[in-house]
Every structure is written in structure tokens, then in C-alpha cells.
């Protein structure tokens, strides 16, 4: 059973930075997709950073620069660093895990935690 937790969500003002953790139970971040997606309000869910095979890492064209995704295999964990959030930032965000490589149906989801950019 492949479990993912994520912590780190919270209110930030704009220009301001946060990082979300995904602990994950397994060998869940071992596999060769892990990544973050988020979910605005009224929006769908659409990606945001994807580590493929540990060491690949992709971006959204609307965080390119900003985030940076990393992955710790010993502390089993995926994080999200996320440095000059904008308000359109907010959303709730996932972590995500699958087999075989980051798509928008992963195997795996977490829960959420929201992240809300506002001043």
C-alpha cells in the first residue's frame, strides 16, 4: 500500500516562498515518476513539477524558474520549492507517484495541502 503525506501548505504574502514535503510509505519515490500538481479553485488540476527517474526534473512554463522540485530517496521525501509565489500560485497542491513515468492520472495521489498567496 503506497501511502503519500503532504505538509508545508500555508498563507504567504507575494514575492514570498514556501516549501511542501511528501513523505511517502514504500518505495513510492522510488518509482520512476514523482511530481506536484496543483488545483486552483474553479480550475482543473494541471501539473506542476515532475522527477523522472530521480534526477530528470520538469517544470510548467508558470513556475519555470521559480520551483524546484527534488527528491531524497534515504528520507523516502519529494519536495517542492517554491520561491516568488504569485496570488494566481494559490491552489491546493499534490504530491503524486507512478510506476512508469509522471502523466496526469499518476497511480498514487496525496490528500493536498493548500497554499494560499495573498496580501
Known amino acids: 500500500q503506497v501511502q503519500l503525506v503532504e505538509s508545508g501548505g500555508g498563507s504567504v504574502q507575494p514575492g514570498g516562498s514556501l516549501k511542501l514535503t511528501c513523505s511517502a510509505s514504500g518505495s513510492a519515490l522510488t518509482f520512476h515518476g514523482s511530481g506536484w500538481f496543483r488545483q486552483a479553485p474553479g480550475k482543473e488540476r494541471e501539473p506542476v513539477a515532475c522527477?523522472?527517474?530521480?534526477?530528470?526534473?520538469y517544470y510548467s512554463d508558470s513556475v519555470k524558474g521559480r520551483f524546484t522540485v527534488s527528491g531524497d530517496i534515504t528520507e523516502n521525501t519529494l519536495s517542492l520549492h517554491m520561491t516568488s509565489l504569485r496570488p494566481e500560485d494559490t491552489a491546493v497542491y499534490y504530491c503524486a507517484a507512478d510506476p512508469f513515468m509522471c502523466h496526469s492520472n499518476m497511480a498514487y495521489w496525496g490528500n493536498g495541502t493548500l497554499v494560499t498567496v495573498s496580501s
Open positions: 522527477l523522472r527517474g530521480g534526477n530528470e526534473m
